[in-house]
């Protein structure tokens, strides 16, 4: 069988940058010159286009499917239904398999996928879809979670329930403290449905495999937990199904869950052709999990003086009608439930639930976003009523070092966050907004005014986020380093199936290489199956993990290069540096070329981080994490309270993360999850109402513009964490938890609303 | 139908374009230039941006009859040199640098864009870079290091050679 054109490829990592140097990504020049290969790009000679036919209904019994005529179609090959799923026809994450390949006699929610079809041509096949004859008998959907709470049993949307989760946490008595509390404040806050909203549609190709398997090419975030749930749906030996990592564009938790991977090798081992599916922005709206929205229950007492006393709070998580990542969402929003603040007394419930609104599950920040929307909006209150404002109630109350989380889990490595907010306050302020050029007005060129209405507010916000995967999960990354002499020159290939979903890990892992090797020379290796599992580019964890399985995997090459140099030498005190063999006593022995001959070195190894443990069931205690990472955020804003526009003028960020490896490539983190928690804060939200989305489509479902998001000013401290490689702390997702809620906090200074929902409508602002 | 059209200065025919097929469909799948991107389909991201007669157009909102006998520039016609040796435009080069690049997904669109705009404003000004790029949705970077690379383009474009 041919291979497909524009797979992916070995690229050689640009520069010499090593571990703290910001070299060029090494999927740069690809990138820029529109040649990078990503899924949706994949094409192959006599390939057929598939498509997925979905529910219009959120909730409905399937009396009938015909696809008769749909079958009948010129240029159609093939029209499938859950009958023609070969094996397993239910699958899921974290072993809950509850979520069916195609619709089984019933849909649970909108835009849920009850047939495929393999066309000729993609036109063919949305002509073919609409010919797919489905007599549905329309049920009255399940949309309110707190409904389901108080009667599980009765609204249940699919077998196992009712409430995916509850994790209650318990510490000291609230009930006895609150005689204790001289200030108590309350609060009920909701947090709307945000979409990951990466650009690169899901797409995939799948080809026929000669064995009767199939070779998978997909953008996903963790292959082989894809892998561990195809092959059983496709009634292959996993040793059938390969899969390579095709070009990501972007995922931000939205690739966790499978999208096209079954489907698409299902029609491709039904006509015996590559199969290629790509989904449009108005599919992928129905096809991945969301963030789950929130809907929190917050009271807090404090002594005059501002010391927090007890946290009385409840979560409810809406997952939609699968279990996903809901259990560990859940888990996440219960630990953190009350933030990086030290607490006596805690009584958290923390409830995943199933409804028939749209499936949530994994995005950036996962179950910790919603808590701290609620938590730190809480410790303004808080401050205001006890008359310290917002960075001394926080400091006042910050854990540090020693602390304990409401887990009773003990911060064993730093959490400087009183200092934190002290070089926040430090920074310098924004000018005053220009009115005289109206595009620096809350709503920009369109504006009507002369800026009569415009306010100034200034807000903060703190997070605090579990970094890699917690609750006992035996977490692992798997590196496979070769070093060889290529063109005379000592070459490292590294090789994982760590999926690049464009946070730089290919960046960081030549440089590990070249720090650990002391070569000059990388190739990264397209990331596929041949190698050991990565675990998911999620978490904030693959500099962690994958960084750390490459280290690993360096230092037993170097140990191994090192022996030959030794008996070669006759030293034993060598390292290599600079492509040299070096002895401490006598100097530059020789190079590495020299001791390589026409000989190779590989390693394989695994790497895992400290071992958690789970919460226990009762209280919710335990070290269920393995690393904590924080990040501080100040918002300035000015809001035409008029009008209800909010301009962001500026956003401040401290955030620690143990040991800077990319500069260039973190900033862009914490520039990019910034924006994230902006669009948060004042503008993304899947609108739904009866189980229906209202806006899937980039033109009703706003995500920020460049005009949206303010330049931004960042302070990135550097204290290790002595578990971690390098003392690095991961640092993906904390500033999308901070900024959301340091922007509703200068709203609500501008404004004097109370602001409980986010995102933040006109109509909050303005409405009496 | 066929469709005559210069692409990237070389004359082309295709054959077989189906009438609803849209400049960026025929572009991708039919022409062998997947850079231009298919992020929504629908003209609100700019990932498909490309020059049509000199001006820059989401390929997504142009049906593919509407190229016929016209000039297409597309991000892999950025680069000068012959195929084998190209060497990055300073726009695409400053992409690389400033870190500009994540997942590169909205990558070709904001190169196209900005090569546009310091074609038309040699020395942009922030509120000119914004004004140009606000077409142009990026999920990853926040956009700090987009301004970098415009600045930075746009310096080298200015300075003498």
Partial sequence: ?768 | MRVNVTVNGSEETVDDVWEGESLLYMLRERMGLPGSKNACEQGECGSCTVYLDGVTACACLVAAGQAEGREVRTVEGLAEGQPGDERLDPVQQAFVEAGAVQCGFCTPGLVVQAHDLIERTPEPSDAEIREALAGNLCRCTGYEKILDAVRLAARRKAAPK
């Fill in chain 1, 1 to 768: 069988m041919a291979s497909p054109v524009r797979t992916p490829g070995h690229v050689a990592a640009p520069g010499s940058g090593g571990v703290g140097d910001s070299p060029p990504r090494p999927d740069g020049a690809l990138k820029v010159a529109g040649e990078f290969a990503y899924a949706s790009d994949l094409w192959m000679d006599g390939m057929l286009w598939g498509a997925t036919l979905r529910s219009p209904h959120p909730r409905a019994r399937i009396r009938s499917i015909d696809i008769g005529p749909a079958l009948a179609t010129p240029g159609v090959h093939a029209v499938l239904t859950h009958e023609d799923v070969p094996g397993q026809k239910l699958y899921g994450q974290d072993h809950t398999e509850d979520q069916p390949v195609l619709a089984i006699g019933e849909v649970r929610y909108q835009g849920e996928p009850v047939a495929v079809v393999a066309a000729d041509h993609p036109e063919i096949a949305r002509r073919a879809m609409e010919r797919i004859a489905v007599g549905y008998e329309v049920l009255e959907p399940i949309t309110d979670p707190r409904a389901v709470i108080a009667d599980p049993e009765r609204l249940k949307v699919q077998p196992l329930g009712g409430v995916t989760r509850y994790q209650p946490v318990r510490v000291g008595d609230v009930d006895a403290a609150r005689a204790l509390a001289e200030v108590v404040v309350s609060e009920e806050f909701e947090v709307g449905i945000q979409d990951q909203a990466f650009l690169g549609p899901e797409a995939g190709l799948a080809v026929p495999a000669e064995d009767g398997g199939v070779d998978l090419y997909v953008s996903t975030q963790w292959m082989h937990n894809d892998l561990a749930q195809i092959a059983p749906c496709l009634g292959l030996d996993a040793s059938q199904v390969h899969m390579t990592l095709a070009g990501v564009g972007g995922a931000f938790g939205g690739r966790e869950d499978l999208s096209v991977q079954i489907h698409a090798a299902m029609l491709a081992l039904h006509t015996g052709r590559p199969v290629k599916m790509s989904y449009n922005r108005y599919e992928s709206f129905f096809g991945h999990v969301h963030r789950h929205p929130a809907s929190m229950r917050y009271e807090y007492g404090a002594t005059g003086d501002g010391t927090l006393v007890y946290a009385d709070v409840e979560i409810v998580l809406d997952g939609g009608a699968y279990t996903s990542s809901t259990r560990n969402v859940t888990g996440n929003a219960a630990s953190l439930g009350v933030g990086p603040y030290e607490i006596p007394n805690i009584r958290i419930d923390a409830y995943g639930v199933y409804t028939n609104n749209p499936p949530c599950g994994a995005m950036r920040g996962f179950g910790a976003v919603q808590a701290c929307f609620a938590y730190e909006s809480m410790m303004d209150r808080l401050g205001e009523v006890c008359g310290l404002g917002p960075l001394e109630i926080r400091r006042r109350n910050a854990v540090s070092r020693g602390s304990r989380l409401a887990t009773g889990q003990v911060i064993d490595s730093p959490a400087p966050l009183a200092e934190m907010l002290t070089r926040l306050e430090a920074m310098p302020m924004p000018p005053a907004c220009d009115v005289s050029d109206i595009r620096n007005l809350p709503g920009g060129a369109s504006q009507t005014t002369r800026g009569e209405g415009v306010v100034r507010g200034v807000g903060y916000g703190v997070g605090i986020k579990n970094i890699c995967f917690s609750e006992g999960f035996d977490d692992l990354a798997t590196a496979r380093v070769r070093l060889e002499v290529i063109g005379g020159e000592p070459t490292a290939l590294v090789h994982t199936a760590a999926a690049e979903v464009g946070q730089g890990l290919v960046t960081v892992q030549a440089q590990v290489a070249r720090t650990e090797l002391g070569v000059q020379k990388v190739t990264i290796a397209p990331a596929d199956d041949r190698v050991g599992d990565a675990g998911s580019s999620s978490a904030s964890r693959q500099s962690y993990m994958s960084g750390g399985a490459v280290k690993a995997a360096c230092e037993a090459v170097r140990a191994e290069l090192l022996a030959r140099a030794a008996r070669r030498y006759g030293h034993d005190d060598l390292s290599a540096i600079g492509g040299k063999i070096v002895s401490r006593t006598a100097g530059v022995l020789g190079g590495i070329e020299d001791v390589l001959g026409g000989d190779a070195i590989e390693a394989t190894r695994e790497f895992h981080h400290r071992p958690t443990t789970a919460m226990d069931p009762v209280t919710g205690q335990g070290a269920t994490h393995t690393q904590l990472a924080l990040c501080v955020h100040r918002a300035v804003v000015d809001v035409d309270v008029d009008l209800g526009l909010v301009k962001v003028v500026e956003m401040a960020a401290v955030q620690d993360v143990g040991k800077i490896l990319n500069r260039l490539s973190l900033e862009g983190q914490i520039h990019g999850g910034s924006a994230q928690g902006l669009g948060l804060a004042v503008m993304e939200e899947i609108v739904v109402s009866g189980g229906l989305v209202r806006n899937p489509s980039f033109t009703d479902y706003l995500i920020p513009t460049i005009l949206d998001m303010p330049p931004m000013r960042l302070d990135i401290l550097e204290n290790p964490d002595p578990h971690a490689p390098y003392g690095l702390r991961g640092a993906g997702e904390p500033s999308t938890l901070s900024s959301t809620p340091a922007i509703v906090a200068a709203v609500r200074a501008a404004t004097g609303r109370a602001l409980t929902r986010v995102p933040v409508r006109p109509e909050h602002i303005v409405t009496a």
